[in-house]
């Protein structure tokens, strides 16, 4: 199993422009999440899915679009990207939801000029 | 939801030698887990721990809910050992989200 992939692994973007960060998972699992990981900070969570078709937000959801067509694919879109977007981004999967272990992807690295 | 407190937030040790890192909650928690983050930034999980004792290799790690804490040890430590330390929890089982403590940031000197 490939676990969690995530892609790209680093972008720089200028403000105001958008992009789709990529989160992708072959371990069948129900539950995936996005979060952001900003210096001195533990992770906050951006936005989740708890299957195809179901999505909510989490603790910081402004500016920031999430769609799950599929149980595999779980993409973060930047509609209009600001400076203080720049963090680094992880995705997560868990069988079934928070309370299980979380598998987190490798992260990907955004700096908005 | 829940506050999580992590200590000690730096911690420099020589390879060898042992560590507890503790974790507070704000309120009782029903699920925990501890992650280590590499140098490289990759989030590993080490422990779903929601009560009680688990150990794995040189690591061990403890939660008492009811007291709102957990514990994680690590014994004779190794340079690879070094990274930062995170705890998350929620406070209701499947309701709440996790909320992630800022880590405690672990290095080891050869």
């Known amino acids: 199993n490939a676990g969690v992939t995530q892609t790209p692994k680093f972008q720089v973007l200028k403000t105001g422009q958008s992009m789709t960060l990529q989160c992708a998972q072959d371990?069948?699992?129900?539950?995936m999440s996005w979060y952001r990981q900003d210096p001195g900070m533990g992770l906050r969570l951006i936005h989740y899915?708890?299957?195809?078709?179901?999505?909510d937000q989490g603790e910081v959801p402004n500016g920031y679009n999430v769609s799950r067509s599929t149980t595999e694919d779980f993409p973060l879109r930047l509609l209009s990207a600001a400076p203080s977007q720049t963090s680094v981004y992880f995705c997560?999967?868990?069988?079934?939801?928070?309370?299980?272990?979380?598998?987190f992807g490798p992260g990907t690295r955004l700096t908005v000029t | 939801g829940i506050q999580v407190e992590q200590s000690p937030p730096d911690l420099i040790l020589q390879e060898g030698a042992n560590s507890t890192l503790r974790c507070n909650f704000s309120?009782?928690?029903?699920?925990l887990q501890w992650f280590h983050q590499n140098p490289w930034g990759q989030l590993i999980n080490l422990f779903y721990?929601?009560?009680g004792t688990k150990q794995n290799g040189r690591l061990s790690a403890t939660t008492v809910a009811t007291e709102r804490y957990s514990l994680l040890y690590i014994s004779s430590s190794q340079t690879t050992d070094s990274g930062v330390y995170f705890c998350?929890?929620?406070?209701?089982?499947?309701?709440?989200?996790?909320?992630f403590g800022t880590g405690t940031r672990l290095t080891i000197i050869p």
């Open positions: 998350a929890g929620s406070s209701n089982f499947g309701n709440e989200k996790l909320t």
């Open positions: 371990m069948n699992h129900e539950y």
């Open positions: 309120d009782s928690v029903n699920n």
């Open positions: 721990i929601p009560s």
């Open positions: 997560a999967s868990s069988r079934a939801g928070y309370s299980y272990e979380q598998y």
């Open positions: 899915s708890v299957g195809a078709g179901i999505t």
